[in-house]
């Protein structure tokens, strides 16, 4: 089976666990360097990067010293699925950063935070994305304001942005794993 690191920090861990554990993947759960690798390179065959809170989860990859072999790992070509503040983290630019906001800078793209409005204004969507029509949920989501040329969008909600692709790395406005959907995941193991 796979092995599919879920960093660990805060927020939506488990829903995300629970769908690749019915996927037939092994997860590890990532909270320290040594969680993602190890002495022959990484322990991973791919990562998520869930839901919560950009800034709360960036604070916390620096103090637990897990920024840099995050970058470095997913950098390397690690498949990597971030969706909503896991989209924030992997982005280049974040437009409304909250103060001291870093962001991983891996993804050639412009976020907004909270572009759909706040916690009350959460909706569950249907899409239609490049990787299949999909039912997922907007929780203070993201919105992408500008994509870099090697950038694909995969999904639009409206005139809005809300999922890119950019080699190994995907990221999602949303969250499918809230509503069941297993298509990204899929695709991140290569089982699509
Ligand atoms: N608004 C949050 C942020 O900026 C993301 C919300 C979410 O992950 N559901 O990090």
Do not use: M, W
Not at 21 to 26: C, I, P, S, V
Not at 47 to 62: A, F, H, K, N, Y
């Amino acid at each position: 089976a796979r092995t599919v690191g879920v960093l660990a920090l805060q927020g939506g861990v488990r829903e995300h666990a629970e769908l690749l554990f019915g996927l037939g993947a092994r997860v590890t759960y990532v909270r320290t360097a040594k969680d993602l690798v190890g002495p022959d390179g990484p322990r991973v065959d791919a990562l998520v990067l869930p839901g919560g809170e950009s800034s709360t989860i960036d604070r916390l990859l620096r103090i637990f010293d897990l920024f840099e072999p995050l970058r470095a790992t997913i950098a390397s070509g690690v498949p990597t699925l971030g969706t909503c503040a896991g989209l924030v983290l992997l982005a280049k630019t974040v437009l409304d950063p909250a103060p001291g906001q870093q962001s991983l800078g891996l993804l050639d793209i412009d976020v907004r935070r909270n572009a759909f409005g706040s916690q009350v204004d959460s909706a569950e969507v249907d899409l239609d994305t490049a990787d299949g029509p999909a039912t997922v949920a907007f929780i203070r989501a993201p919105r992408v304001d500008r994509v870099g040329p090697s950038v694909q969008v995969i999904a639009r909600r409206g005139e809005a942005t809300v999922g890119v692709r950019q080699g190994n790395i995907t990221g999602i406005a949303f969250h499918p794993e809230l509503t069941g959907t297993t298509l990204f995941h899929r695709n991140l193991l290569g089982i699509a």
